[in-house]
């Protein structure tokens, strides 16, 4: 495959592209800045020039910049690419849904979503499943990811299942999370819990800690402050750069673990990016068109 990866020298984006050159994939890194970028593809340009340029030959797009418009989609899925994004956030995951475009889109394809949804298809019974998410507090994170997690601060979202009001970072519950142990983490508005729930028809409810306990009080504790949605940076928080996700139900657990959580996503990405191959047009999900059997070796990914 020929894929466009949209910030190719970030975080996510470079070990995306990494990871699909290892696999014999020809990568184009776009990106503003000329000097990392193969393409100059500046997405807040009127008209979209230099992206509908590099789109040419393209067989896929990567959305690692950061950027959440939908018309980025229509844009590539127009020239008959298909689109690939890892986002976490709820509400652009549902723009996306609402489109009909002529190539596939396939989104919750990185940890959490992606992995996480994975793990969650596997379980059985009707019960609700809890989700838990546990983020290595010693990487430093790219600036993507570091937006998105300042962007839950001091913000609510509806409970997919009952449509109840939750501030994210409230409601704790323990969970035991591998390479980790007993710890208490707290409701987040990750993607996968909406779509789950619709899909698999029955709650799902996702959780977020870091790997550090005091580390996660403290996230916790800055989400419950007055003003919490203006923060725009927080201090370094100590901890390591291993990650662990549970999907957990009935007494029936499956779980993930690893180190590094951008090389992780980006592996994850990577992998589900050369699926869209086989795929029809229309907007999918990881788990309605794979399972955590059909998951090849991942380098520094353990399941169980």
Avoid: K
């Avoid at 393209?58 to 020239?79: I, K, Y």
């Avoid at 009080?217 to 390591?240: C, D, N």
């Amino acid at each position: 495959m020929r894929v466009l990866v949209l910030g190719g020298y970030g975080a996510v984006g470079a070990s995306t592209v990494e990871a699909l050159r290892a696999a014999g994939h020809g990568c184009v890194v776009a990106g503003r800045d000329p000097l990392r970028a193969d393409r100059v593809v500046d997405l807040a340009e009127p008209g979209l020039g230099g992206y509908l340029a590099a789109l040419r030959g393209v067989d896929a797009v990567v959305n690692a910049s950061g950027v959440e418009e939908p018309s980025l989609v229509s844009v590539a899925t127009g020239q008959g690419a298909a689109f690939v994004d890892p986002t976490a956030t709820s509400g652009y995951v549902a723009r996306i849904e609402q489109l009909e475009p002529p190539a596939p889109v396939l989104l919750s394809v990185g940890l959490a979503p992606g992995l996480t949804n994975l793990l969650a298809a596997e379980l059985p019974g009707a019960g609700p499943i809890d989700l838990g998410v546990v983020l290595g507090s010693g990487e430093r994170h790219g600036a993507a990811a570091t937006a998105w997690s300042l962007g839950l601060l001091g913000r609510s979202f509806p409970d997919p299942a009952t449509g109840e009001s939750i501030r994210n970072l409230t409601r704790g519950l323990v969970l035991d999370l591998p390479g980790v142990g007993r710890r208490r983490l707290f409701r987040a508005d990750f993607s996968d819990q909406h779509t789950l729930t619709r899909d698999l028809g029955r709650p799902v409810r996702t959780h977020l800690g870091l790997d550090s306990a005091p580390a996660t009080w403290a996230l916790s504790l800055f989400g419950r402050l007055p003003g919490a949605g203006a923060l725009r940076r927080v201090p370094h928080l100590p901890g390591s750069e291993e990650w662990a996700l549970v999907a957990a139900s009935a007494g029936r657990r499956r779980w993930a673990r690893g180190r590094g959580q951008s090389r992780g996503t980006a592996a994850v990405t990577a992998w589900a990016t050369t699926l869209t191959e086989n795929l029809s047009a229309g907007v999918h999900h990881l788990h309605g068109v794979s399972a955590l059997t059909d998951l090849p070796p991942l380098d520094g990914i353990e399941l169980g």
